[in-house]
């Protein structure tokens, strides 16, 4: 009796499970697909990565005064210009300077480059004051003596005489600048460099000075590159002016700032100078990996429904974007990436059962949430 109990309890079970798994597959309890076609290769956060730190270089303009008063007036520049000399003629730099109290003065240029060996010489109302051959990357500065000067037109000559009858001289220059202490009313004019990479990793550039007297009927008027980035009547005070690249329109290269104001106004400055403050100095961190596949996922790359994709979460800690290098065995790509989720989908091939990977910036970034992995389509 009890053998055909349990018989009969074994055949029951036998029929349950039956039906229990045909209505499983009925009703999707098992589903297979999805789990065949995702998989996760890399998954990693990394927080900050590179470090920076703020440089700063100070251009001092110094002490003058500007409107009616005596001053180094600036009389003539030229950013970049030639003089030469040949049997067939040549070309030098004339100007003149109507002055009305004169005393000294100096012509100062730089040399780009010379072809040839001809003295360059410099000559105040047709007196030589200076005649020497130069070098390339030279900077002379010619002092101008009062008794060279005198009220009324001067006349200043630049040029270069070639070392032999048949031969031929010439010289580029830059910077040429002549100023004569004079007393007349004058703006204060003056030229200053500003780098590429100052700019590309801009932080912020005040324009400190101080008036310690004043004759204030008008403002005085400060200028970058004729935007106009200050405008008060002050009579002794401290002034700090916020420079932008905006809104001062700050190139790389040479920039112009004037200090201005009108009759009969007259402003006393000292101290005058400019920091420009930016990223200096940036250390350079790199993401090198190296990840196997299994069979399970080499058989889901090699599936043609799937695809891989490289995907990160990335905030730029610098002023201005740097550009990622992204390489994935032969696989390799430079980008800008955005700040906030980046994805990049990858081409057939690309992954393989030995991996590489990196993740290159000369920049300071946050990166979170980089993953490589497949996904079988929707």
Do not use: C, W
Not at 135 to 158: C, M, Y
Not at 172 to 195: G, I
């Amino acid at each position: 009796m009890e053998e055909k109990f349990g018989v009969f309890i074994g055949i029951g079970l036998a029929i349950f499970g039956l039906a229990f798994v045909a209505n499983s597959a009925d009703f999707d309890f098992i589903d297979t697909a999805e789990q065949d076609t995702e998989s996760v290769f890399i998954d990693k956060s990394y927080g900050k990565i590179g470090e920076s730190n703020p440089d700063d270089r100070v251009i001092k303009f110094g002490d003058f005064p500007v409107g009616e008063a005596r001053g180094n007036v600036r009389a003539y520049r030229n950013e970049r210009t030639s003089i030469s000399d040949s049997l067939f003629g040549g070309e030098n730099i004339v100007f003149q300077y109507n002055a009305t109290q004169p005393r000294t003065g100096n012509v100062s240029f730089e040399v780009l480059g010379r072809e040839g060996k001809g003295d360059v010489y410099v000559e105040v109302n047709d007196r030589r004051l200076y005649s020497e051959p130069l070098i390339a990357t030279g900077s002379p500065r010619v002092d101008v003596p009062q008794t060279a000067l005198k009220p009324g037109i001067n006349r200043f000559e630049i040029g270069v005489e070639r070392n032999s009858f048949f031969g031929s001289t010439k010289y580029a220059l830059e910077e040429v600048e002549t100023r004569v202490n004079d007393r007349k009313f004058h703006d204060y004019e003056d030229n200053f460099q500003v780098y590429s990479y100052e700019l590309q990793d801009y932080v912020e550039s005040p324009l400190t000075f101080t008036i310690t007297n004043s004759v204030k009927t008008s403002p005085l008027e400060i200028s970058i590159n004729d935007q106009t980035v200050y405008s008060k009547d002050q009579v002794r005070s401290q002034n700090e002016v916020e420079i932008t690249p905006r809104n001062a329109n700050l190139t790389p290269g040479s920039n112009e700032i004037t200090f201005s104001t009108d009759k009969p106004s007259r402003y006393d400055i000292e101290n005058a100078q400019m920091t420009i403050r930016y990223i200096g100095n940036v250390k350079r961190q790199n993401i090198e990996l190296d990840f196997p596949l299994n069979k399970n996922q080499i058989d889901l790359v090699n599936n043609e429904d799937t695809t891989e994709y490289i995907s990160f979460e990335y905030q730029n800690l610098l002023p201005s974007p740097r550009p990622v290098n992204i390489k994935l065995n032969d696989y390799q790509e430079t980008l800008n990436p955005r700040n906030g989720e980046n994805s990049i989908e990858l081409e057939e091939g690309v992954t393989q059962q030995e991996n590489s990977f990196s993740f290159r910036s000369n920049g300071t970034y946050q990166l979170d949430n980089l993953r490589i992995y497949t996904e079988g389509e929707e």
